[in-house]
């Protein structure tokens, strides 16, 4: 849509086809957009469960209704639907037509019984859950991202296969609204891309609010029990364990969606992860651009805004432009969020690059206090020549405080300007200028400096013992 409304906005003669009835992709119908309005209900419920820790009264909370909250997903999905509907892009001069379009050959499609030929393509028809081939899943019932906002009822019971991202949001979010959730995860921490500590430290909130882990387990095999469903997982030393729940959570991963669109046909390469483009956005057609999770990278909504950009200037201004993931920023929104932006300690090991580590604690911020959020920390790494490389937030309302270091990162502001610049107090943000003057202080409040202080200006040193 990024790429629709840009050309469209620039005077190119635009075409947007899509398969489903409505527009919007995943996100808006079956990802970022229901799951953050589920996860702020999940929110507000605990914290009517846990209202004496604000110093309020218990309240007795009656169970919840999945319907109640299905509504008001729908509600507010329809109300961020007018903003991605036809008319839109019709205003903007961009024509949309519904259909399933195949490729004849790289400048046609065949769409609605029609040939349509055009100089520039753009493949960016996202992704879709992946179901990996468990003994058993094919003969028992399953829920996908695709199902699970839309429940009759909140499920008593959830096996979750995956700890990825989406994975772990839900599993927090159904655990908070009454749902006994267990997690089974192949490796040895949720959350991989993440460092870590950072994601055990997640793992451990989600555990203290009731959510089971299965780490480095494997599924053997899922059965269908009528009423319940079996997952058999097995440990890393054989050891075997029946989890039997009412619903199964698919959350293994993303497919991108390349089917029936004949890209092989037509010579576009493909791999397992996705069409393959060049830095671009290019496949080797070079008249075809792919964007978004259907190339398999970095499968997050602005992320495929950006590619969309990168396509436009490329094919509608030929500007050439490539692009560039090093401060591409994510975040996960469990409670406490993890966002992350450059290189963690994982990928910096990996790239071997030297670095050093700043931390500061949400306890140490009076605001989070205030807020009743300690839990967390900012994790700030350097290079060798003490340049920010990368960050990571664990804490309340992390991905509203990364956006700070979106522009730091991005437009190269040093250190001590973001150290020496007023924030409001008190905030959550005064975090990030923390994390700065950790790095900072020890230079400005250094033995040489107070040693030049004294010579100069006579200072008398310490008042008290
Ligand atoms: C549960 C969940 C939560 C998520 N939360 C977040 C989040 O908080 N933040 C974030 O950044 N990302 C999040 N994501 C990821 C995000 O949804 C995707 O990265 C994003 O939607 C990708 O955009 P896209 O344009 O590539 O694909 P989409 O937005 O899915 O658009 C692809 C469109 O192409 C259409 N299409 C598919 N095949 C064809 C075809 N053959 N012909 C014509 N049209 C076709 C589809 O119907 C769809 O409308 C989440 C995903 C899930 C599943």
């Known amino acids: 849509m990024t790429v ?6 620039l005077g190119a003669r635009t075409l947007l086809v899509e398969k489903e009835k409505n527009l919007g992709g995943d996100c808006l119908h079956f990802g970022c957009v229901p799951s953050k309005t589920l996860i702020r209900s999940a929110q507000a419920y605990h914290t009517m469960k846990h209202s004496r820790a604000f110093g309020l009264p218990a309240v007795e909370v009656p169970p919840v209704d999945f319907g109640r909250i299905r509504e008001r997903i729908r509600s507010v999905i329809a ?8 008319e839109r892009f019709c205003s903007l001069g961009a024509k949309v037509e519904f259909g399933e379009p195949e490729f004849i050959d790289e400048h046609s499609i065949r769409l609605n019984g029609r040939l349509v030929s055009a100089k520039t393509w753009v ?16 003969k028992t019932p399953y829920i996908t991202n695709k199902e699970i906002f839309f429940l009759d009822c909140l499920p008593e019971s959830m096996v979750i296969l995956g700890a990825g991202p989406i994975a772990t949001e839900m599993a927090q979010a159904f655990c908070r609204l009454g749902t006994k959730v267990s997690v089974v995860q192949r490796s040895g921490q949720i959350l991989s891309r ?9 793992m451990q909130v989600l555990a203290s609010e009731g959510v089971a882990f299965y780490l480095n387990a494997s599924v053997v095999r899922v059965k269908d029990l009528g009423g319940k469903r079996e997952v058999l997982i097995k440990d890393h030393e054989g050891k075997t364990t029946a989890l039997s729940a009412e619903r199964i959570l698919v959350g293994m991963g993303r497919d991108p969606n390349v089917k029936g669109l004949n890209l092989d046909g037509v010579g576009v390469e493909l791999d397992r992860k996705g069409i393959k483009v060049d830095a671009r956005m290019r496949t080797n057609q070079k008249n075809v ?3 978004g999770d259907v190339t398999g990278a970095f499968q997050f909504t602005h992320a495929a805004g950006y590619e969309g950009s990168v396509v436009v200037s490329n094919a509608i201004f030929h500007f050439p432009k490539k692009a560039d993931y090093t401060f591409l920023p994510w975040c996960t929104y469990t409670d406490p969020e993890l966002a992350s932006i450059g290189m963690n300690e994982k990928r910096a090991k990996e790239a071997g690059i030297d670095y050093s580590v700043f931390t500061e ?23 060798t020549h003490e340049k920010p490389i990368g960050v990571q937030i664990l804490g309340h309302r992390a991905g509203e405080l990364l956006s700070e270091w979106v522009a730091v990162l991005n437009g190269k502001v040093k250190l001590s300007t973001l150290a020496t610049a007023v924030h409001p107090y008190p905030t959550l943000g005064e975090i990030n200028k923390h994390v700065a003057g950790a790095f900072l202080s020890p230079k400005v409040f250094s033995g040489k400096v107070r040693k030049g202080l004294k010579f100069f200006f006579h200072l008398k040193g310490r008042a008290c013992g």
């Open 4 to 9: 629709t409304s840009g050309s469209a906005r």
């Open 194 to 202: 993440e460092d870590k500590d950072m994601a055990d430290e997640v």
């Open 361 to 383: 604690a949400f306890r140490d911020n009076d605001r989070s206090l205030a807020e009743g959020e300690s839990v967390g920390r900012i994790k700030m790494l350097l290079d």
């Open 79 to 86: 109300t961020i639907q007018e903003h991605d509907s036809e």
């Open 289 to 291: 651009y792919a964007a």
């Open 123 to 138: 493949v960016a028809s996202g992704s879709s859950p992946s179901v990996p081939p468990i003994e058993g899943l094919d």
